[in-house]
């Protein structure tokens, strides 16, 4: 079994950044994928981003393309995604998410891909 633990959530402002982080425990594969979702009131769960196992492979949702970097550190089993010029309709939970898999350089990104996810930190932009 593996569990996640988000951390790094807040209220901030509209233009500020955040860093949210994620730390896997407990038995994971030799390589496992990892991504981001997030999740508004009445909205259904979307992908952000994520990460393949050697971190030479991301992808991005559009909304966040080019102001949000995913990036990780095996040693420590945790993924983290930095987020910038933050906007209003960034406001969500925010779950990390981890598929166990024997491809080092694979990614993932629909909900139904992965096996493991966190409860989520939440995440409120004020405009």
């Known amino acids: 079994q593996v569990q996640l633990i988000e951390s790094g959530g807040g209220l901030v402002q509209t233009g500020d950044s955040l860093r949210l982080s994620c730390e896997a425990s407990?038995?994971?594969?030799?390589?496992?994928?990892m991504g981001w979702f997030r999740q508004a009131p009445g909205k259904e769960r979307e992908f952000v981003s994520t990460?393949?196992?050697?971190?030479?492979?991301?992808y991005y949702a559009d909304s966040v393309k080019v102001r949000f970097t995913i990036s990780r550190d095996n040693a420590k089993k945790t993924v983290y995604l930095q987020m910038n010029s933050l906007k209003a309709e960034d406001t969500a939970v925010y779950l990390c998410?981890?598929?166990?898999?024997?491809?080092?350089?694979?990614?993932?990104?629909?909900?139904?891909?992965?096996?493991?996810w966190g409860q989520g930190t939440q995440v409120t932009v004020s405009s």
């Open positions: 998410a981890l598929r166990n898999t024997y491809y080092h350089d694979r990614v993932y990104s629909g909900v139904h891909d992965y096996e493991y």
């Open positions: 407990g038995r994971t594969f030799r390589s496992y994928v």
């Open positions: 990460i393949s196992f050697s971190g030479s492979n991301t």
